[in-house]
């Protein structure tokens, strides 16, 4: 139990400061954690289940080294689940920067639609939830030659005049990743 509890504070721990951010060993901590960046919340159930199921030590000293590291990983991990809230106000300051200064009215119109108290109820119970209902997809709309140059489209059913657009490029590097697949949850719930 020791050693469970151990290796899931480790990972954590990865998760919330990475030890190597470039380089071989930078891209193994974060093919290791982004599992534990993007979906937190499911991982925290998972780690209480699997400690509430598993006996625990019967001495007094490995009982508290336990306790001890159960309690530093479910702190991480809705250390991450908090964080990840903290990325609004960066998209927010960059709408802001790009619509300029008399877009109050655009930038709100971008801004999300679904109450923060829903985006954790949805975070625990639907974490693989693709995209909002009213959202409209064009998928795999060409933009190069190279066939890889593809881009979805998301918008809402109706739409009489022009826009502003948000560009969204889920994590990966260029490297790894999908645009079916990264941040759809997230990226779909805004007004474009």
Do not use: C
């Amino acid at each position: 139990m020791i050693i469970t509890a151990a290796i899931w504070l480790a990972f954590v721990a990865a998760a919330v400061r990475p030890p190597w951010r470039r380089g071989s060993l930078g891209f193994a901590v974060f093919v290791a954690t982004m599992s534990f960046n993007e979906i937190p919340a499911v991982f925290l159930g998972v780690f209480i289940a699997s400690m509430l199921s598993s006996p625990w030590p019967g001495e007094l000293h490995h009982w508290l080294i336990v306790a001890l590291l159960a309690s530093a990983t479910t702190a991480g991990l809705i250390w991450l689940q908090v964080r990840a809230r903290t990325t609004i106000r960066v998209l927010d300051i960059g709408l802001a920067d790009g619509l300029g200064g008399q877009s109050r009215g655009k930038h709100h119109e971008l801004r999300r639609t679904v109450r923060p108290t829903e985006v954790w109820v949805r975070g625990l119970l639907l974490p693989f939830q693709r995209r909002a209902r009213h959202v409209m997809r064009q998928r795999n709309l060409t933009y190069g030659p190279d066939r890889a140059h593809r881009v979805d489209v998301y918008a809402r059913p109706t739409t009489g005049d022009a826009r502003p657009v948000l560009i969204h490029l889920h994590g990966g590097g260029f490297v790894s990743g999908r645009k079916s697949r990264e941040s759809i949850t997230g990226s779909s719930q805004w007004r474009v």
